[in-house]
């Protein structure tokens, strides 16, 4: 760790925020700030799957987030669990705006596993909503 | 600082303080409970437990006679962190004179 | 070193300017001062595996990445305890668990230290 004041030192705490915070899912973003208001837009292509405390599962690609969990997502699709025959219904969202008060869970997709998943052959309930 | 200082009680958390290294009750939301030793707390009664023992009773409605039937299940924990927001009432252990 | 990596790596790839939010965030919670107990605790719980309780009744265990004063989470290596039942996260391996949904967190018995915790937990309630 640099010990001198300024711009050095600086990089340095930041280093450690950077990589000590969950919230930093994404290496390259650009900062809009506006009133007050950061929100992060990544130039990454990373694919995340959201779970809401309603308990639905939304995948999309994470355009961006704020220090609320609010989250931006693009190409995104719903996730339909059920125990019926044709397992796991896929539903187009598009872009969409997720507030953050309303997700359980983030997780990167990790896109070889989920190529290998076969959807129509996985049977489950839907998750259970969260009750604060 | 005195000792009587420290074991006075003038607000709820203080009785709660009291209770550090010992066995105690709480409830939680969502028809749970648990039992175990207090070792750490804040003001939002988030906690870490030792040894602890949860029991969640569920109940369930038998679908021809409409009886109610209520399950418990208990399970026990070396150490569990449980956050706060969940906590319902907190009891210190019983004292014995 | 791992700081040194970190460093190195961030000069090659640029500012994070994510981290500068979080750095200015830091800076405004110290002009605030929050008693933060459990989030100490957690930081240096840091690299140890964790099962997470969710008040959705989900359990994931994984090694702790990091943890933030919201008591966020984000997990490494992460499974669903019950895998059978909830196969919605199969093809998830690290994820953000946002505090709030947090119900429980099952602790590693090498991570507990109980009277530094005793200690702590002293030294919170007289600053409250």
């Known amino acids: 760790m640099s010990t001198g004041p300024g711009l050095e030192s600086l990089v340095d705490r930041m280093d450690v925020y950077c990589a000590s915070y969950p919230l930093d899912l994404c290496f390259s973003c650009v900062v809009i700030m506006e009133n007050f208001v950061l929100i992060l837009f990544c130039l990454s292509t990373e694919t995340i799957s959201v779970i809401t405390n309603d308990g639905r599962n939304i995948v999309g690609v994470l355009k961006g987030f704020d220090q609320a969990t609010n989250i931006i997502l693009d190409e995104s699709h719903e996730r339909v669990y059920s125990t019926r025959v044709e397992g796991v219904q896929q539903l187009v969202l598009g872009l969409y705006i997720i507030r953050g008060d309303n997700i359980s869970i983030v997780g990167e997709l990790d896109e070889e596993l989920d190529s290998n998943l076969d959807l129509s052959k996985l049977r489950a309930h839907p998750l259970k909503p969260v009750i604060h | ?97 | 070193m791992v700081g040194s990596y970190i460093n190195t790596h961030k000069f090659l790839s640029g500012f994070s300017s994510s981290s500068l939010y979080l750095f200015i965030a830091h800076l405004l919670s110290l002009n605030n001062p929050v008693l933060q107990l459990f989030f100490s605790y957690f930081k240096d719980l840091v690299g140890k595996e964790v099962t997470v309780e969710l008040k959705n009744d989900l359990a994931i265990r994984g090694i702790l990445h990091s943890v933030d004063q919201y008591l966020n989470i984000k997990l490494e290596h992460t499974r669903v305890v019950d895998q059978d039942k909830y196969p919605h996260m199969l093809s998830v391996r690290n994820c953000f668990i946002r505090g709030s949904v947090v119900r429980y967190v099952q602790l590693p018995p090498d991570g507990v230290d109980v009277d530094l915790l005793h200690d702590a937990t002293r030294r919170e309630a007289r600053g409250g």
Do not use: C, W
Not at chain 2, 43 to 56: P, T
């Open chain 2, 1 to 97: 600082m005195g000792s009587e200082e420290e074991s006075a009680v003038k607000e709820p958390l203080d009785l709660i303080r009291l209770s550090l290294d010992e066995r105690i009750y709480v409830k939680l939301r969502s028809d749970r409970e648990l039992r175990g030793k207090l070792h750490a707390y804040d003001q939002h009664l988030n906690m870490i437990l030792g040894d602890v023992e949860e029991i969640v009773t569920t109940v369930e409605i038998d679908d021809e006679t409409y009886e109610e039937i209520v399950r418990t299940t208990r399970r026990t924990i070396p150490f569990l962190f449980v956050r706060g927001d969940g906590v319902i009432l907190v009891s210190p252990p019983l004292r014995t004179a």
